[in-house]
Nanobody, 124 residues
Framework: QVHLVESGGGSVQAGGSRRLSCAASGAFHRRICMAWFRQAPGKKREGVASVNFDDEPTYANSVVGRFTISREKADNTLYLQMSSLKPGDTAMYYC??????????????????WGQGTQVTVSS
């Protein structure tokens, strides 16, 4: 059983920074891809950033140059460093894990396991 717990959310002023963390627990698996998604009120959940098995990142166009995804494999923790935050970044942020195909994409069906989310609110 895989368990994902996000932390680091909160309120921040536009232009500020925030670092999200996702602690993952579960049985050892050789190939794990992980990602961050977000969902704003009234909108569909969208992929923000992901890492494949080789830790190569993929980013949504809306966050390129502002967000950085990283993973610490030793303790199975995923991070999302967010900078130059905008009010449009306000959303619930979710961590997700893929142990089946591990393609490292940004679509929801690729990921089998999800955390409960952490709220990020950016004020202008």
């Amino acid at each position: 059983q895989v368990h994902l717990v996000e932390s680091g959310g909160g309120s921040v002023q536009a232009g500020g920074s925030r670092r999200l963390s996702c602690a993952a627990s579960g049985a050892f698996h050789r190939r794990i891809c992980m990602a961050w998604f977000r969902q704003a009120p009234g909108k569909k959940r969208e992929g923000v950033a992901s890492v494949n098995f080789d830790d190569e990142p993929t980013y949504a166009n809306s966050v390129v140059g502002r967000f950085t995804i990283s993973r610490e494999k030793a303790d199975n923790t995923l991070y999302l460093q967010m900078s130059s935050l905008k009010p449009g970044d306000t959303a619930m942020y979710y961590c997700a894990e893929d142990r089946e195909y591990c393609t490292g994409g940004l679509t929801e069906p690729e990921y089998e396991y999800w955390g409960q989310g952490t709220q990020v609110t950016v004020s202008s």
